[in-house]
């Protein structure tokens, strides 16, 4: 009934951040901006949906062999385009952990600890790039806030040692490679970036580093858990910020829109697809 009562406010919130979105942008300047949209720059950022997701797969391997060696490649990849599925309807991607229930001959609780500390690795990596965009764009403190955020990421797995739950963990996150997954996490948040700026680059020619620093402000501010999958929240962003890179409203909407659908909606209807067919997972606990 919680489960239920948190979808209903989050499907509130988010039918009501889109009709606070046409409150500032008219429909029809979204449909204008998609039919003057140079679609060659799209399909670039399209292409590069696959390095997205192997990324994805790479990471979410390096945390599921440290407990089970012998997963094949193909449910690796399959959890993580299940987890779609569940994420579209959950605040900040948190369904994203329901990949550790699509992995067989493992232990359960294990592989869900394991993919929190994935989604840490997701939110610091990003956390990084806002920080650095902040000390280049704003002001040179915020180049503070990197050399606090490094010793962190690193001293994670101690750190984790004083949260009671992870705490009996602690052998199992000991055998993560940290540096091997923040590597994989700054790449994979790096093209993220660059597809939207690919995209925005669809509407308007954009200022690569100035673009860059606006794009992961969105992103970053778009992973509040408000609306289902930041529904809405991302649009609105993408207005305000994007406005200081010249980019019309219109345009804004219509970029932030197109990259959910690449980045998101794609995989999770692949991953609904994949719920349709017949599967065999042995449940261990």
């Keep these: 009934m919680k489960f239920n009562k948190t979808i209903l406010y989050k499907i509130f919130f988010s039918v009501l951040f889109i009709i606070f979105l046409f409150y500032f942008v008219r429909p029809k300047e979204i449909v204008e901006a998609f039919a003057q949209a140079k679609i060659s720059w799209i399909l670039i950022s399209f292409l590069l949906l696959p390095l997205n997701l192997f990324l994805q797969f790479l990471r979410w391997k390096s945390f599921v062999v440290t407990i089970n060696k012998n997963v094949p490649n193909s449910e690796i990849i399959k959890s993580i385009l299940y987890s779609f599925s569940y994420s579209i309807f959950t605040p900040a991607r948190l369904g994203e952990i329901g990949r550790a229930f699509h992995i067989s001959n493992s232990?359960?609780?294990?592989?869900?600890?394991?993919?929190?500390y994935?989604?840490?690795?997701?939110?610091?990596?990003?956390?990084?790039?806002?920080?650095?965009?902040l000390g280049f764009f704003k002001n040179n403190l915020y180049f503070l806030g990197v050399f606090v955020l490094i010793p962190i990421i690193f001293r994670s797995k101690s750190l984790g040692k004083i949260i009671p739950y992870i705490r009996k963990y602690k052998q199992i996150l000991k055998e993560v490679n940290i540096l091997k997954v923040f590597l994989i996490s700054m790449i994979f948040v790096f093209v993220y970036i660059f597809q939207f700026y690919l995209i925005l680059n669809a509407f308007k020619n954009v200022q690569f580093f100035r673009s860059i620093f606006m794009i992961s402000l969105v992103i970053f501010f778009n992973s509040l858990p408000i609306t289902l999958s930041g529904l809405g929240i991302r649009e609105l962003l993408s207005v305000y910020f994007f406005k200081d890179?010249?980019?019309?409203?219109?345009?804004?909407?219509?970029?932030?829109?197109?990259?959910?659908?690449?980045?998101?909606?794609i995989p999770t209807?692949?991953?609904?697809?994949?719920?349709?067919?017949?599967?065999?997972?042995?449940?261990?606990?």
Excluded: M, Q, R, Y
């Design 107 to 116: 232990k359960k609780d294990e592989l869900i600890v394991l993919a929190f």
């Design 118 to 133: 994935e989604k840490f690795f997701t939110f610091s990596s990003l956390l990084f790039f806002v920080l650095l965009s």
């Design 245 to 265: 890179l010249g980019v019309s409203p219109g345009s804004a909407t219509s970029a932030a829109f197109i990259i959910f659908c690449i980045n998101i909606l």
């Design 269 to 285: 209807f692949i991953g609904f697809i994949l719920h349709l067919v017949p599967k065999k997972i042995n449940k261990n606990i």
